[in-house]
């Protein structure tokens, strides 16, 4: 299974932006880098994923390097409720199991 | 906006007894999934089920386990013989096509196992 790199930890004030970064060095071209969250005391919910293009969806912007070799979560305005642990997971085509690390805490601050 | 359910929400048993834990996907989705979280580990990959049959198992996955979808609305995970390290959330997803994009999951089953 191909493997993430995520910091432990960040924070950010509320209504800052917050990049959220992730290194996936040995990606392959049929990886889909995939983005999960898990709230406090919740399931992990799906936030956006992206295989070359930038995405954007109502909730994040993914951010692909153009080797593909890292990505960046980007939350353009952070909120009290966005405080969570976002995994960044690269998913294959051809299997449905995701494969979750110890993903990035992410603290926001009033 | 359709969401995945479990129950119970919490469950304690003791070692060696037999425990059922249910979830009811999104209604229009085919693919169903098993996960479980550790208090303070990674969630780890337990099974995935499609067509009344295990597509994919991780080690974890042993013959302790099973799945079972026993009506259009069910889908059940049941542990035979709970083991003290079975005590986990354990978090059931939905998803309406392979490979697709999103897995919706459940809010969990806090197993505590005694």
């Known amino acids: 299974d191909a493997k993430t790199t995520q910091p432990n930890s960040m924070e950010s004030n509320e209504e800052e932006p917050v990049h959220l970064p992730c290194n996936h060095s040995?990606?392959?071209?049929?990886?889909?880098i995939h983005w999960y969250r898990q709230l406090p005391s919740q399931g992990p919910e799906y936030v956006i994923h992206?295989?070359?293009s930038n995405v954007n969806n109502r909730m994040a912007s993914l951010a692909i390097a153009e080797d593909r070799k890292s990505s960046t979560l980007i939350l353009h305005r952070a909120t009290l409720r966005d405080a969570a642990v976002y995994y960044c997971?690269?998913?294959?085509?051809?299997?449905?199991?995701?494969?979750f690390g110890t993903g990035t805490r992410l603290q926001v601050f009033p | 906006e359709p969401e995945v359910t479990q129950t119970p929400s919490h469950q304690v048993t003791q070692m060696g007894q037999e425990v059922i834990l249910r979830c009811v996907p999104i209604?229009?989705?085919?693919?169903f999934y098993w996960y479980r979280q550790i208090l303070g580990q990674k969630v780890e990959f337990l099974v995935s089920?499609?067509?009344?049959?295990?597509?994919?198992k991780s080690e974890i996955f042993d013959d302790q386990f099973s799945v079972e979808r026993p009506d259009g609305s069910n889908f059940t995970l049941k542990i035979r013989s709970t083991k003290l390290e079975d005590s986990a959330m354990y978090f059931c997803?939905?998803?309406?096509?392979?490979?697709?994009?999103?897995?919706?999951f459940g809010p969990g089953t806090r197993l505590l196992v005694l």
């Open positions: 997803a939905s998803s309406e096509i392979f490979g697709g994009e999103t897995q919706y």
């Open positions: 089920f499609y067509n009344n049959e295990i597509s994919e």
């Open positions: 997971i690269l998913k294959s085509y051809n299997t449905d199991k995701l494969i």
């Open positions: 992206g295989l070359t």
């Open positions: 040995t990606i392959s071209g049929t990886d889909y």
């Open positions: 209604s229009n989705h085919l693919y």
